[in-house]
């Protein structure tokens, strides 16, 4: 299995270096060169089996040559041992012919645990067989950071560095980060918002002479291995309402189109998905693209859902390669645009291959409120405001086909909004109970590359 960019003018690459590398040197994305399929029947048989066994199957044809069977397996099983559910990703019916896909039970409290820990166990096995070292650095939203730090943590071969925007995470979000105490765990506060975090991550992987020093790897969506990682709960709950006998449909609140991205793999390895419905808040770039064929950036505007409060959404480029049917160029120039201009128009022919993989809708703040408050009586659940996008928007696509909404974080990481929106303050899981007790570890970074890669080269070869 070989891993293209799409900008078309990097090397392609196996799947432990695509995974290992994250970013490639043309500033694209790595995608797998063809996607594979299973049929019918296999998805058929996976009926009854366990989260672990599923994830197995699904990503196995990915991987290649780069862990055996058993290997694998052992590792996948590692990486869910973690989460405080038995079923990893349960699914929990809301309305009539609606469900909430539950995300939240990893050790940091949102979907992003489903990627970062078994990549964290990717990364060490690759790793320690070459007898090699990494540094990880990440941008993050808020949820990214705290999950790579407890996938990463005490690992002997790797150092984390984490970016977040300063004083624009929740409390809940930047405690998960800042009171990680091993010494390879490193969280930075940066004066700016999240796309200035990604900016200067992007910035950082282009400066090749920084990225060979410190051997640069990136953890962030644009890692192939955490998209991949995240296919395989559309494959459970499919399963899980019928499929493949009966299609179904998803709702995804998304910013950086990463989780959404892993449904369309889904749908591309012969999944019945029905629609794949982009779920934003008031920055909402990705639905006005939809609607207008304009991808035109116009700054953040902070929300009570802030792991979505991106305007740059990365991922986005791995759906407009295969819209402009795999023309690395074509990429190429458009990122060119966004980088010089702000924005660019998506062509007619790609627009029309979006419009069939993808449907969307927005929230505004009012409405992602209003929804977390409904939600408690009509549907007996207490919604974190990032599910709240997704169930508001999911009211518009109601239909005989079963609907899953995904639930992307536990309410408790959003205490203060839920209780503004329903007047209830949602509990921590015991397990961390004591977070607001434990010390914290920061340090503060300015928007500026040469600054973050002092520190960066301060923590790692001190
Ligand atoms: C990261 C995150 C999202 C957005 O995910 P994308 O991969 O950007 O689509 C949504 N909700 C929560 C809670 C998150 O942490």
């Known amino acids: ?120 166990q990717l990364f060490q096995a690759a790793l320690s067989r070459r007898g090699d070292r990494v540094t990880i650095v990440g941008a993050t939203s808020g949820d990214t950071g705290s999950a790579a730090m407890e996938a990463f943590r005490g690992l002997d071969n790797v150092d984390v560095f984490i970016l977040f925007p300063h004083g624009r995470v929740s409390e809940v979000q930047r405690r998960q980060m800042t009171t990680v105490t091993e010494a390879n765990t490193h969280a930075l506060a940066l004066t700016g918002d999240f796309d200035d975090c990604q900016a200067r991550l992007k910035d950082m992987f282009n400066h090749f002479e920084f990225r060979d020093r410190v051997k640069l790897a990136g953890v962030n969506s644009i890692n192939w291995a955490r998209v991949l990682a995240q296919v395989v709960y559309y494959f459970s709950a499919a399963v899980s309402l019928g499929a493949p006998l009966r299609p179904v449909s998803f709702c995804v609140p998304t910013g950086n189109f990463g989780d959404i991205f892993a449904g369309y793999i889904a749908k591309k390895m012969g999944l019945p998905i029905a629609q794949l419905i982009i779920a934003t808040n008031q920055n909402d770039i990705l639905h006005r693209a939809m609607v207008s064929s304009a991808y035109t950036t116009e700054g953040v505007t902070p929300s009570i859902s802030p792991s979505m409060d991106i305007q740059v959404s990365s991922n986005f480029e791995r759906a407009l390669f295969d819209a402009y049917g795999r023309d690395g160029n074509a990429v190429a120039q458009l990122m060119d645009e966004l980088k010089s201009g702000g924005g660019f128009k998506i062509s007619q022919g790609a627009m029309q291959a979006l419009r069939e993989s993808f449907a ?103």
């Open 1 to 120: 299995m070989r891993y293209v960019s799409t900008r078309g003018a990097a090397p392609d690459l196996s799947f432990e270096d695509a995974m290992l590398t994250g970013l490639a040197r043309d500033g694209g994305l790595y995608v797998p060169a063809e996607i594979p399929t299973l049929g019918q029947g296999d998805i058929a048989a996976m009926a009854g089996l366990s989260y672990e066994e599923i994830a197995f199957r699904v990503m196995r044809p990915f991987i290649g040559d780069t862990f055996t069977d058993a290997e694998f397996a052992d590792l996948i099983d590692k990486a869910y041992a973690g989460f405080g559910h038995a079923a990893r990703a349960p699914l929990k019916q809301l309305q009539p012919n609606h469900y909430l896909l539950e995300l939240f039970h990893g050790p940091t409290l949102a979907f992003k645990d489903f990627a970062m820990q078994l990549i964290g």
């Open 360 to 462: 969307s809708g927005r929230a505004s703040e009012a409405e992602t409120s209003a929804m977390i408050k409904r939600a408690v009586p009509e549907m007996g659940e207490l919604l974190c405001p990032h599910s709240a996008v997704g169930v508001h928007v999911a009211q518009d696509f109601q239909s005989a086909v079963p609907l899953v909404t995904l639930a992307t974080a536990h309410p408790a990481k959003f205490p203060d909004a839920v209780e503004a929106a329903a007047g209830t303050r949602p509990p921590l899981p015991a397990r961390m109970a004591d977070l607001f007790d434990r010390p914290e570890r920061v340090q503060r970074v300015e928007n500026d590359l040469t600054a973050i890669e002092a520190v960066i080269e301060e923590g790692v070869f001190a």
